[in-house]
């Protein structure tokens, strides 16, 4: 009995002779060679994060107004929760919204606004960064090169990155051959946003910089103009012929709540943010969510009622994990990488036909007597 023992004390004592200086390296050693134990006994939450004195920025843009459209403000409210969750701090969020739909006369709930229909409040604590008549492409432009003394208006904050810094644009609206929307005249052009990058670029004032555009026919504004050699990542709603689709609108499944008239997501855009949110972003790849936001998107390769997310841009990006570019919320911890599949398809309307919707459920909602002649 007494050998036994013997036996069983002198493994675990030769185990922990053997493991400690493992674990002792793996602590101790983040400056040099990274240990190839180290992922095996690396504490929990203790992943790999951004270089020393790098920091995160994010654009958001929801480059359309009024209350049709209420679902491009809802989409960029929706993206700053998950930056804001994600430990990105306000200072490096830039926020583009004309702000008219939360305090809109047709908006049920006051001063709240939802991308999802049993979604929760997206638009409380919101910068108001770039409002009205000041969410303008010059605008864009200036805070994109970190110009201050070029931005008209607003808050005045711009992407004042290091070179070692990382960068997260998000848009979301309407678009055309070579162009996307924006509430103030003159419209983004691909050939003017191309040139923006490319002084960005030349400027060394970023690491890298991903893209994720959401707006029919956005496909366009990169399709044979996006260099592979800015360091710069881009997935986009659609090709450059096709429309992107809006969603969670009323008559559909998921249905609004009833006394919404508008639609409250766009398929692309939800796509992405509710993948964000049911992953561990410090494990999951910007490959990865491509990947499923893209089936997703296609409406499962149907087609029919969705479009091609495409890519442009340098790829090799697409293995970074998206920690390093929207942060990581806690609370994900424990969330698979990628695992959590959404197979249901989605009930859409083409973003054009989105605006005959709303107008068909505004008018559907006044009381028959005030369109009558009273006969």
């Known amino acids: 009995m007494e050998a036994n023992r013997f036996e069983f004390t002198s493994i675990v004592f030769l185990i922990l002779l053997m493991v400690a200086p493992l674990w002792v390296a793996g602590r101790s050693g983040r400056a040099g060679r990274m240990n190839r134990w180290d992922q095996v006994i690396r504490m929990p939450g203790e992943a790999d994060g951004p270089e020393e004195n790098s920091t995160r920025w994010a654009v958001l843009v929801a480059g359309s107004k009024g209350y049709g459209n209420y679902r491009h403000q809802a989409d960029v409210c929706h993206a700053y929760q998950i930056l804001k969750r994600g430990g990105l701090k306000d200072e490096n969020i830039v926020v583009f919204m ?3 739909i939360a305090s809109n006369e047709l908006n049920p709930r006051p001063g709240i606004i939802i991308n999802h229909p049993q979604g929760q409040d997206v638009y409380a604590g919101v910068p108001k960064d770039y409002t009205s008549q000041h969410v303008t492409s010059e605008n864009l432009y200036a805070v994109l090169l970190g110009d201050k003394k070029a931005v008209k208006g607003g808050s005045g904050k711009v992407v004042d990155s290091k070179p070692s810094d990382r960068i997260f644009i998000y848009y979301s609206d309407h678009g055309g051959p070579g162009v996307l929307g924006m509430p103030n005249m003159p419209f983004l052009y691909a050939n003017e946003f191309m040139e923006v990058l490319k002084k960005k670029h030349a400027s060394g004032s970023y690491k890298e910089m991903v893209i994720y555009v959401e707006a029919c026919e956005s496909g366009s504004v990169f399709e044979g103009m996006m260099p592979k050699d800015l360091n710069v990542y881009v997935t986009t709603a659609s090709n450059a012929e096709e429309s992107s689709w809006g969603t969670y609108c009323p008559g559909m499944d998921p249905a609004p709540p009833a006394e ?3 639609c409250l997501g766009d398929l692309y855009s939800v796509s992405w943010m509710e993948d ?10 910007i490959a990865q969510q491509y990947t499923k936001v893209k089936e997703r998107t296609s409406n499962y390769n149907t087609y029919n009622a969705g479009s091609h997310v495409m890519e442009y841009g340098n790829k090799s990006i697409k293995s970074e994990t998206l920690y390093l570019y929207q942060g990581f919320d806690p609370a994900t911890e424990n969330f698979p990488p990628n695992k959590i599949h ?6 859409v309307v083409n973003q054009r036909d989105a605006d005959l919707l709303f107008l068909w459920q505004r008018v559907s909602s006044v009381p028959f007597y005030l369109l009558s002649d009273g006969t």
């Open 98 to 100: 004309y702000d008219d």
């Open 260 to 262: 919404y008239i508008t």
């Open 276 to 285: 964000s949110e049911t992953h561990n972003l410090k494990k999951e790849t």
């Open 342 to 347: 959404v197979d249901k398809r989605m009930d």
